[in-house]
């Protein structure tokens, strides 16, 4: 059996990984100054971080069509493909998989959506283990997801809550933390939803946190750096983590950018990691 497999753009995945398991990525949408943009074309990551702070009206974002899902099934079934795998953002936080479920009705019998209750490498690392034991077939596919799933931990140190408290996606007693004497707060993606896990009241603190939180996670058998358009305090803590815990986490780790979709909710500055437990 030939399994196909479909995410959405805020899975993060790198290009060098999308081709080298042949993944499927369906783009989100970003409306910047009235202008859709699909992710990953018009505008870069860095230059969209970078103009952030200073919009007048604040960015929005969409999810996909079902049209574009329905296009990425045929082009996977057209291929040879027997079954499709269509892993997606928290459905707590996005209409993503509503979306891709009600076009998977057009295919009956042919396309399993899953709600990874993440975001970003969180979504991104259950892709990744299901392209790798697709070849198995249906079961092994979405059993690797389920194991990926219970390994998971996706923690933040956001610069500042008005992005979240703008974007309506954060419970109001979260948000209610962030308003408080300009301190940084700190969150974690819990059940597909949005966790404060505390404050701090500088950027060093957070980065702090930050490593205590991922030496606390143990040996880790996958490992992504995430930043909002902050490169420098990224690198500094990637430094950090290899200079500290070198033995417990894997050799290659990811550094990425978090797509423009994602930090129009978190805004820019902000530092995180996606990590699986072996």
Known sequence: MKIGIVTDSTSDLPAYLIEQHEIQVVPTILILDGKEYADGTGISREEFYTRLPSLLTPPTTAAPSMGDFARSYENLLSQGCDHIISIHA?????????????????FPDKVTCVDSGSLSL???????????????????????????????????????????????????????????????????????????IGAVRTTKQGNERMLKLLLE??????????????????????????????????????????T?????????????FASVRK
């Open 90 to 106: 928290a459905s707590q936080l996005t209409t993503i998989i509503n979306v891709a479920r009600q076009a998977a009705q057009e």
């Open 122 to 196: 969180g979504l991104g690392f259950q892709v990744i283990a299901a392209a790798e034991e697709a070849e198995l077939g249906l079961k092994p596919a979405l059993d690797a997801i389920e194991s990926t799933r219970k390994r998971l931990q996706v923690s933040a140190a956001l610069d500042t809550m008005e992005y979240l408290k703008r974007s309506g996606r954060v419970p109001s007693a979260v948000a209610t933390l962030g308003g408080l004497l300009s301190i940084k707060p700190m969150i974690e993606l819990v059940d597909g939803g949005v966790k404060a």
């Open 217 to 258: 996670a143990g040996t880790l058998e996958r490992l992504a750096i995430l930043h909002t358009g902050a490169e420098p305090r990224a690198r500094e803590f990637l430094n950090t983590v290899m200079q500290q815990a070198s033995q417990s986490v894997p050799r290659d780790i990811l550094m990425v950018n978090v």
């Open 260 to 272: 423009t979709v994602i930090g129009t909710h978190v805004g820019p500055n902000g530092l995180g």
